[in-house]
């Protein structure tokens, strides 16, 4: 167990509709990213949020948005949704904003798996 | 812009040595990190390079060389669980994408 808490494990839902992920990080850590995960793109990164601030940005669609809240989890706002979009969605946390010298972990959360139809 | 280079597979025996490269072009580099992921399962966190040279870390040790922008990560005496994904991940500039490789499937057989 990481720590990281991701809701909801599993999501089933229509084109053109939108859903909310959330991701609790793991206690004291200030960074948050998300992942995309499917078969034929590999693990993307999406976007990552230190102490509430948007601090880099991925390969991220505009249908796409996050932000982190004062109490540090975070949301990941999916809208329009398309096929394509159904993937594995992870969430990380990390005490650090980037690496540089001494250790720099990243802390996965379980995922949320994405459909769809 | 930032790209990572590894073997797609790799197959070994258990108790054997398996050495996983990674090569990277990024604009700029903090870091090289490798994840383990089993399948169905979320990446956990196997190593961290920011300086050239080799870090151990029990059975598993990785290297980097910034100038040569390659880097791997060494498994020693395999062990059946260790059959996953193995990725390498370059941290960038401030700002700039995390970004991982395309994956190393290694499989390790009895």
């Known amino acids: 167990d990481s720590g990281v808490t991701q809701t909801p494990k599993h999501l089933i839902t229509a084109t053109g509709q939108r859903v909310t992920l959330r991701c609790s990080p793991r206690?004291?850590?200030?960074?948050v990213y998300w992942y995309q995960q499917s078969l034929d793109q590999g693990l993307q990164f999406l976007i990552q949020y230190y102490n509430g601030e948007e601090r880099a940005k991925g390969n991220i669609l505009e249908r796409f948005s996050a932000q982190q809240f004062p109490d540090l989890h975070s949301e990941l706002n999916l809208s329009s949704l398309e096929l394509g979009d159904s993937a594995l969605y992870f969430c990380a946390s990390s005490p650090r904003d980037r690496g540089g010298a001494g250790s720099y972990e990243q802390y996965f959360g379980p995922g949320t798996r994405l459909t769809v139809t | 812009g930032q790209s990572l280079e590894q073997p797609s597979e790799v197959t070994a025996v258990e108790g054997a040595i398996v050495q996983i490269n990674c090569t990277y072009q990024?604009?700029?580099?903090?870091?090289l990190s490798w994840y383990q992921q089993h399948d169905g399962g979320a990446p956990t966190f196997l190593s961290y390079?920011?300086?050239?040279g080799l870090e151990e870390t029990g059975r598993f040790s990785s290297f980097l060389s910034r100038s040569d922008s390659y880097g791997y990560l060494l498994l020693q005496e395999l062990q059946m669980k260790d059959s996953a994904s193995y990725f390498c991940?370059?941290?960038?500039?401030?700002?700039?994408?995390?970004?991982f490789g395309p994956g190393t499937r290694l499989s390790v057989l009895p």
């Open positions: 390079n920011a300086l050239d």
């Open positions: 990024t604009s700029g580099f903090y870091g």
């Open positions: 206690s004291g850590d200030l960074s």
């Open positions: 991940a370059v941290s960038g500039d401030y700002g700039q994408n995390f970004v």
